[in-house]
């Protein structure tokens, strides 16, 4: 499972601009991730399931992202 913001439709340098906002969102909650750039998509992990819904319930910025589910 992994949360998935799409690089292609944004203008400037979107891949800096969300690294730099899911930190702050990481660094106010105190929650650890992993994240990579795929292709045109840039990648968060968490260590546990819950913390995606608590990213969901808590994430208020202007990018968008998806909540991929891998594991069937």
Same mark, same amino acid.
Do not use: H
């Given at each position: $499972?992994?949360?998935?913001?799409?690089?292609?439709?944004?203008?400037? $340098?979107?891949?800096?601009?969300?690294? &730099?906002? =899911?930190?702050?969102?990481?660094?106010?909650?105190?929650?650890?991730?992993?994240?990579?750039? =795929?292709?045109?998509?840039?990648?968060?992990?968490?260590?546990?399931?819950?913390? %995606?819904?608590?990213?969901?319930?808590?994430?208020? &910025?202007?990018?968008? %992202?998806?909540?991929?589910?891998?594991?069937?």
């Amino acid at each position: $499972m992994f949360i998935e913001f799409q690089l292609l439709d944004l203008p400037g $340098m979107p891949l800096q601009l969300i690294k &730099n906002e =899911v930190e702050k969102w990481s660094e106010r909650y105190g929650i650890p991730y992993t994240s990579k750039t =795929v292709k045109y998509t840039y990648r968060v992990c968490f260590d546990q399931e819950k913390l %995606y819904t608590f990213f969901a319930t808590t994430w208020n &910025n202007k990018f968008e %992202y998806q909540l991929v589910d891998r594991r069937w």
